[in-house]
């Protein structure tokens, strides 16, 4: 079955960097896009960047030119390469992978019917 493993959060200062990995297990990983998004403590899941097939990416505004995603279709994996981090991007971070070509809605929750368990990410201000 299809597994999505998150690893790379933490603690970390504002100002500061990290980087998280999705990898993925049980379907032809390079064939799909994948996606992360973001969930705070009383907050709905919100997106915040995908990567499909091809290569083409896409970001929240909120985090646009601060975090870069990739993948590394050899190794199963997607990051998302996270600078500049502000306490607001606190949250439980989930990769995402979709069972289709993903749509122009590839920032909403509903085209994507596979997800991680989450990795937390605190930025302490």
């Known amino acids: 079955q299809v597994q999505l493993v998150e690893s790379g959060g933490g603690l970390v200062q504002a100002g500061g960097s990290l980087r998280l990995s999705c990898a993925a297990s049980g379907y032809t990983f390079s064939r799909y896009g994948m996606g992360w998004f973001r969930q705070a403590p009383g907050k709905e899941r919100e997106f915040v960047s995908t990567i499909t097939w091809t290569g083409v990416t896409y970001y929240a505004d909120s985090v646009k030119g601060r975090f870069t995603i990739s993948r590394d279709n050899a190794k199963n994996t997607v990051y998302l390469h996270m600078n500049i981090l502000i306490p607001e991007d606190t949250a439980v971070y989930l990769c995402?992978?979709?069972?289709?070509?993903?749509?122009?809605?590839?920032?909403?929750?509903?085209?994507?019917?596979?997800w991680g368990q989450g990795t937390q990410v605190t930025v302490s201000s």
């Open positions: 995402a992978a979709p069972r289709r070509v993903l749509s122009g809605r590839y920032y909403s929750t509903e085209e994507y019917d596979y």
